[in-house]
């Protein structure tokens, strides 16, 4: 089955600075990848996502990047705030079966 | 619109015991999900229906069960719980496939075994 690597586990940034959060997947026919930002005790919420015949989308402060060949995906968050702080999870999906493959997790800190 | 809701909120089991979380969405979607999250973890799928009458195992389906009811509710089943079930658990829905679109999520119910 699918694999997803989440690589930092934590990540501390100054205000204002940016934060990048890098993914790679497994399985070639994966072509949906979602970015979810979830805060303690919440459910996770879908932040910007990219299919896989689109390499960059951008949503205001926030970009994601996607690498077909190479298999990995980041996400650019630029200009951090304090509210940007959270759990963020990459996931794919659509390759063999349903439903959405998760990476561990990346504890995004921002420093006042 | 209330999106997709879960009962209970919280719970706490024995060994041994037996119950029904239930999730129910009001999107009409066709698609429904149950993942698991634990400690420094991302999801994982446990099981995954497709449409009303149908369902397939996910990642970590040992142990449960499921019912697709109808198209709005999709329940899941742990017959005899052990402390290694101890979890936060999470509905979602989604119009079809994911790879068609946005899975919405549940507010999710955080079950401890004891």
């Known amino acids: 089955g699918e694999n997803v690597e989440q690589h930092p586990s934590t990540l501390s940034v100054q205000e204002g600075d940016s934060a990048v959060i890098k993914c790679t997947y497994s399985d070639s026919a994966s072509n949906y990848f979602p970015w979810y930002k979830q805060e303690l005790g919440k459910r996770p919420q879908l932040i910007i996502d990219i299919r896989s015949n689109v390499g960059e989308k951008k949503d205001q402060r926030i970009a994601v990047t996607l690498n077909k060949t190479a298999k990995h995906f980041s996400l650019h968050i630029t200009e951090t705030q304090p509210e940007d702080s959270a759990v963020y999870f990459c996931?794919?999906?659509?390759?063999?079966?349903?439903?959405?493959?998760f990476g561990k997790g990346t504890h995004l800190i921002i420093q006042p | 619109n209330a999106g997709v809701t879960q009962t209970p909120k919280f719970q706490v089991l024995k060994t041994g015991q037996s119950m029904t979380l239930q999730c129910a969405q009001d999107m009409n979607h066709n698609s429904m999900y149950w993942y698991r999250q634990d400690p420094g973890m991302g999801l994982r799928l446990i099981y995954y229906s497709a449409s009303e009458g149908t369902t397939d195992k996910g990642e970590v389906p040992n142990g449960y069960n499921v019912s697709r009811l109808n198209k709005r509710e999709f329940s899941l089943r742990l017959e005899s719980a052990a402390p290694s079930q101890t979890s936060v658990y999470f509905c979602a829905s989604s119009e079809g496939p994911i790879s068609s679109g946005e899975q919405y999520f549940g507010p999710g119910t955080r079950l401890t075994v004891t």
């Open positions: 996931a794919s999906g659509g390759g063999g079966a349903d439903g959405l493959t």
